[in-house]
């Protein structure tokens, strides 16, 4: 069985940070697209950052582009995304998402549809 786990949302003050976690089971990571999207209330799902696990490539929405940084331990099958500098505005739910066919870049909010495989979701509370 094919799943996505992320772990590490919680509630944390403006300026503090969170680490998220993303293990996959089922599959292997070498040749995904990993993604984070998030979802906060009355917007759009919209991605936050993607990473390559074939060859480490990256892409950073803007909003999260210096205080976010994805990484990858294809090991561990566990993708992880570090989020400092924490703002109101990334209070969301969290979800990370792979794909075998997608590639990671700017467009991936317009693919977030493709892609096939989903976590559950975890929220972030960042209180001002």
């Known amino acids: 069985e094919v799943q996505l786990v992320e772990s590490g949302g919680g509630l944390v003050q403006a300026g503090g940070s969170l680490r998220f976690s993303c293990a996959a089971s089922g599959f292997t990571f070498d040749d995904y697209t990993i993604a984070w999207f998030r979802h906060a209330s009355g917007n759009d799902r919209e991605g936050v950052s993607c990473i390559s696990s074939s060859d480490g490539g990256t892409y950073y929405a803007d909003s999260v582009k210096g205080r976010f940084t994805i990484s990858s331990d294809n090991a561990k099958n566990t993708v992880y995304l570090q989020m400092n500098s924490l703002k109101h505005e990334d209070t969301a739910v969290y979800y990370c998402?792979?794909?075998?066919?997608?590639?990671?870049?700017?467009?991936?909010?317009?693919?977030?549809?493709?892609?096939?495989?989903w976590g559950q979701g975890t929220q972030v509370t960042v209180s001002s």
């Open positions: 998402a792979a794909d075998r066919i997608l590639v990671c870049k700017a467009n991936m909010t317009t693919m977030r549809s493709w892609y096939i495989y």
